[in-house]
């Protein structure tokens, strides 16, 4: 498995707090991504990144940055946290760019009171 | 905007069956075709991956294929077992969407002992 750690695993929190999320590798790669899957929506980029402090927006970016200081690093904000923002968020890294696999971690759940 | 389907949604079988999940795109221009797995409360295992120029791949006892120009790509599982139970989904990178998967919404593999 590709190491992969994401930081808490399960968060309750209240509408209007800020949040991060963190998503670590010990792989060395240069793409890590960040997505939220819900019911009846699957999986859905909200930001990706192709390098330190190189980062792009994905399909449902609102609401959330990014940032990425470190290669293993890879951190999720939710700046003002809202009830619809309540889902399961995975991070995923590739080694290089469309042509390769990518792989998940292994999720965080975030409740939003 | 590249759409993915997956038929069908749900799929419960006998232990020792053959069985075909299907993977539908509207947009052909593809780079690449993964599928993945997830476990309940799990991240996503990939699979296999399929290069928009290769038709099949192979690992195990599952067989992908894809046919760009019909939109399609079919996952086969031989002998199917109760470890086998699951989500299956289906992704795609499109060209001129970078780095940038598309997911179906999955069908639950159910494989009754």
């Known amino acids: 498995d590709a190491g992969i750690t994401q930081s808490p695993r399960h968060k309750v929190t209240e509408t209007g707090t800020p949040v991060t999320l963190r998503c670590h590798q010990t792989?060395?790669?240069?793409?890590m991504y960040w997505y939220r899957q819900d019911p009846g929506h699957g999986l859905r980029l909200i930001h990706y990144s192709y390098g330190v402090k190189d980062t792009d927006k994905g399909e449902v970016s609102d609401g959330y940055s990014v940032s990425r200081s470190k290669t293993e690093d890879f951190l999720l904000t939710l700046e003002s946290a809202t009830s619809s923002q309540t889902s399961v968020y995975f991070c995923?890294?590739?080694?290089?760019?469309?042509?390769?696999?990518?792989?998940f971690g292994p999720g965080t759940r975030l409740l939003v009171l | 905007k590249q759409e993915v389907t997956q038929i069908p949604a749900a799929l419960s079988v006998p232990e020792g069956e053959n069985l075909v999940l299907n993977c539908s795109f509207t947009?052909?221009?593809?780079?690449?075709l993964q599928w993945f797995r997830q476990d309940p409360g799990k991240g996503l295992t990939s699979l296999l991956l399929i290069q928009s120029s290769q038709r099949e791949q192979t690992s195990g006892r599952l067989n992908a294929s894809l046919d760009k120009s019909s939109g399609r790509s079919t996952l086969y599982i031989a002998a199917s077992q109760p470890g086998d139970s699951a989500t299956y989904l289906c992704?795609?990178?499109?060209?001129?969407?970078?780095?940038?998967?598309?997911f179906g919404k999955g069908t639950l593999l159910t494989v009754n002992p």
């Open positions: 947009d052909s221009a593809i780079y690449n």
């Open positions: 992704a795609v990178i499109s060209g001129g969407s970078n780095y940038k998967l598309t």
């Open positions: 792989e060395n790669h240069r793409y």
């Open positions: 995923a890294i590739s080694e290089r760019e469309q042509l390769e696999t990518q792989y």
